[in-house]
């Protein structure tokens, strides 16, 4: 097990922030994964954000004595025990049909291929969860292959539908509710990626493994019912870690 | 049932958010002004976390079809109930049918009116906090009606602090990315006096003038409410209670608890300066 260089900084009163190298890694990201599970244990009260290479840790109280915190938190990282974290892989259904791929004629233009290339590129590869932010339930995800990159939208759409999932630079995501925004849209899960009425309200969490399934219009449609019963189960395996 | 008769400007109803859903990309939400939502809570006797309306510049008309008692804090706007004028930081007996109406802005930017028991509207994800993308609405509208116990029981108050004068600074530690600037940055930062732009919201807040560009790369890392972030541009954006969970500039400031309550208590054209403090 790597062991990285590690910075402690108070954020304020309340917080410390963690930071792994600068670097957008699996290894690192995984590391934090391992990490946090392990300080959960020692500090059930805190509230940990994880993204890219950094740990944030939040407490209810102020933290009286930031050094001693410090010092115990490297403790911990020293002496953790070779927890190996096993990432889970979540598989996600996209309908990449013409009504749910808004730009999908327009980004094969662009990127040179035909759609059933692009959907086997998109779908064949496994990303990783670096951070989740910007909307609740939003995945900032890495491993878009380098042929699939391609700019935002010179001009933003005022409206994205729900559960779109589209590129935009060297990223891919899905939007988890109506929204504006400037990423091409590929396609459409029918999966709910955050719901306020259940608990918890997303089945996603920094460090898993994502991975998008093609899936037709009839099958979209009759996943969408089972989600909207709550009948539909997330794909949801742990991976063994290489 | 609190009767809203005219909505104001922007009224919604907080308490101390969702902090524990910040993991999953959920903005913290909750009173923007904590101090003076917790000083109306504890004048009734309150629980901290029992949610309260949060008010904003022009405020709603409000009839109260129970008895109750209610306290208000914050900002200095005159209020009456039944036209007569009333006074903040005290519990108000409200009879049946009494009304609530504002007059003239004396100062600050956000009053927060508790009632005894706290508001009963409806709990999402933990929370009674208005915050975009959780909850259907977020203001009050007109003909809404909103849940509390009905009680006539004398309020019994909890002690709280006296509150000092604010002396026009917003006191902050230094970010995580604050040493990748350079002298001239930093120097305009301790130096400039900044003004809220309009654009200024529960989000965030803007301010002007825009110091040095640069090109830093950020990687995306978590914020909090108080974190200042400078795009590349050399825009400072403060981000406030219903801001991201993660953000993609650097982190050049974090503004201590207090200047975040106080940050809230200033609205478009507000001057104030930043003072950099020691870490711990």
């Given at each position: 097990?790597?062991?990285?260089?590690?910075?402690?900084?108070?954020?304020?009163?309340?917080?410390?922030?963690?930071?792994?190298?600068?670097?957008?890694?699996?290894?690192?990201?995984?590391?934090?994964?391992?990490?946090?599970?392990?300080?959960?244990?020692?500090?059930?009260?805190?509230?940990?954000?994880?993204?890219?290479?950094?740990?944030?840790?939040?407490?209810?109280?102020?933290?009286?004595?930031?050094?001693?915190?410090?010092?115990?938190?490297?403790?911990?990282?020293?002496?953790?025990?070779?927890?190996?974290?096993?990432?889970?892989?979540?598989?996600?259904?996209?309908?990449?049909?013409?009504?749910?791929?808004?730009?999908?004629?327009?980004?094969?233009?662009?990127?040179?291929?035909?759609?059933?290339?692009?959907?086997?590129?998109?779908?064949?590869?496994?990303?990783?969860?670096?951070?989740?932010?910007f909307l609740p339930g939003f995945m900032y995800l890495g491993g878009l292959p380098k042929n699939l990159h391609h700019p935002r939208k010179t001009h933003p759409r005022p409206k994205v539908p729900k559960g779109a999932v589209g590129l935009a630079g060297m990223q891919t995501g899905i939007y988890p509710n109506e929204s504006p925004g400037g990423w091409q849209i590929i396609g459409n899960t029918p999966l709910n990626l955050f719901n306020r009425t259940q608990w918890p309200p997303t089945f996603v969490e920094v460090g898993d493994k994502i991975q998008f399934v093609p899936i037709g219009k009839d099958e979209y449609n009759l996943i969408r019912i089972q989600v909207e019963t709550e009948l539909y189960k997330v794909q949801k395996k742990e991976l063994p870690n290489d | 049932?609190?009767?809203?008769?005219?909505?104001?400007?922007?009224?919604?109803?907080?308490?101390?958010?969702?902090?524990?859903?910040?993991?999953?990309?959920?903005?913290?939400?909750?009173?923007?002004?904590?101090?003076?939502?917790?000083?109306?809570?504890?004048?009734?006797?309150?629980?901290?976390?029992?949610?309260?309306?949060?008010?904003?510049?022009?405020?709603?008309?409000?009839?109260?079809?129970?008895?109750?008692?209610?306290?208000?804090?914050?900002?200095?706007?005159?209020?009456?109930?039944?036209?007569?004028?009333?006074?903040?930081?005290?519990?108000?007996?409200?009879?049946?049918?009494?009304?609530?109406?504002?007059?003239?802005?004396?100062?600050?930017?956000?009053?927060?009116?508790?009632?005894?028991g706290g508001l009963l509207s409806e709990e999402i994800l933990g929370s009674?906090?208005?915050?975009?993308?959780?909850?259907?609405?977020?203001?009050?509208?007109?003909?809404?009606?909103?849940?509390?116990?009905?009680?006539?029981?004398?309020?019994?108050?909890?002690?709280?602090?006296?509150?000092k004068k604010w002396d026009g600074t917003l006191e902050a530690y230094a970010g995580p990315e604050f040493n990748l600037l350079k002298h001239q940055q930093h120097y305009q930062i301790e130096s400039f006096e900044f003004t809220v732009s309009h654009l200024n919201n529960r989000m965030a807040y803007q301010i002007d003038p825009k110091i040095a560009s640069h090109s830093l790369d950020q990687i995306t890392v978590p914020v909090l409410a108080g974190t200042v972030q400078l795009t590349p541009q050399g825009t400072l954006i403060i981000l406030m209670r219903d801001g991201q969970t993660t953000g993609g500039y650097p982190r050049v400031l974090q503004l201590t608890k207090k200047s975040v309550n106080h940050l809230a208590q200033l609205t478009t054209a507000n001057r104030f300066k930043f003072k950099i403090i020691t870490k711990f």
């Amino acid at each position: 097990m790597t062991h990285f260089d590690l910075t402690y900084e108070a954020f304020c009163e309340d917080a410390l922030i963690i930071q792994w190298p600068k670097r957008i890694e699996e290894a690192i990201l995984f590391d934090i994964s391992a990490f946090k599970i392990g300080l959960k244990a020692l500090f059930p009260s805190a509230i940990f954000t994880a993204s890219y290479n950094e740990l944030m840790l939040r407490f209810p109280e102020s933290i009286s004595n930031f050094k001693d915190l410090i010092r115990q938190l490297e403790a911990a990282y020293a002496s953790r025990e070779k927890t190996t974290y096993k990432p889970h892989l979540i598989q996600i259904p996209v309908c990449y049909e013409d009504s749910f791929g808004l730009d999908l004629e327009e980004v094969c233009a662009h990127l040179k291929m035909d759609s059933k290339e692009l959907i086997r590129l998109h779908s064949q590869t496994m990303y990783t969860v670096y951070a989740m932010g910007f909307l609740p339930g939003f995945m900032y995800l890495g491993g878009l292959p380098k042929n699939l990159h391609h700019p935002r939208k010179t001009h933003p759409r005022p409206k994205v539908p729900k559960g779109a999932v589209g590129l935009a630079g060297m990223q891919t995501g899905i939007y988890p509710n109506e929204s504006p925004g400037g990423w091409q849209i590929i396609g459409n899960t029918p999966l709910n990626l955050f719901n306020r009425t259940q608990w918890p309200p997303t089945f996603v969490e920094v460090g898993d493994k994502i991975q998008f399934v093609p899936i037709g219009k009839d099958e979209y449609n009759l996943i969408r019912i089972q989600v909207e019963t709550e009948l539909y189960k997330v794909q949801k395996k742990e991976l063994p870690n290489d | 049932m609190i009767k809203v008769l005219k909505k104001g400007l922007y009224t919604s109803i907080q308490d101390l958010g969702r902090p524990h859903l910040q993991p999953m990309g959920v903005p913290q939400a909750g009173a923007m002004d904590r101090e003076a939502a917790w000083i109306a809570n504890r004048v009734l006797g309150n629980q901290d976390r029992d949610a309260v309306l949060e008010i904003t510049l022009l405020g709603p008309v409000l009839e109260f079809n129970e008895p109750t008692w209610i306290a208000l804090s914050g900002g200095d706007f005159d209020f009456f109930i039944d036209d007569q004028p009333q006074a903040y930081r005290v519990p108000i007996r409200i009879s049946k049918g009494q009304k609530l109406s504002w007059g003239k802005i004396n100062s600050g930017s956000r009053v927060y009116l508790a009632v005894k028991g706290g508001l009963l509207s409806e709990e999402i994800l933990g929370s009674r906090s208005y915050c975009p993308s959780i909850t259907s609405q977020l203001t009050l509208q007109e003909g809404m009606e909103i849940p509390y116990t009905p009680t006539t029981e004398i309020p019994i108050s909890k002690p709280y602090p006296s509150s000092k004068k604010w002396d026009g600074t917003l006191e902050a530690y230094a970010g995580p990315e604050f040493n990748l600037l350079k002298h001239q940055q930093h120097y305009q930062i301790e130096s400039f006096e900044f003004t809220v732009s309009h654009l200024n919201n529960r989000m965030a807040y803007q301010i002007d003038p825009k110091i040095a560009s640069h090109s830093l790369d950020q990687i995306t890392v978590p914020v909090l409410a108080g974190t200042v972030q400078l795009t590349p541009q050399g825009t400072l954006i403060i981000l406030m209670r219903d801001g991201q969970t993660t953000g993609g500039y650097p982190r050049v400031l974090q503004l201590t608890k207090k200047s975040v309550n106080h940050l809230a208590q200033l609205t478009t054209a507000n001057r104030f300066k930043f003072k950099i403090i020691t870490k711990f």
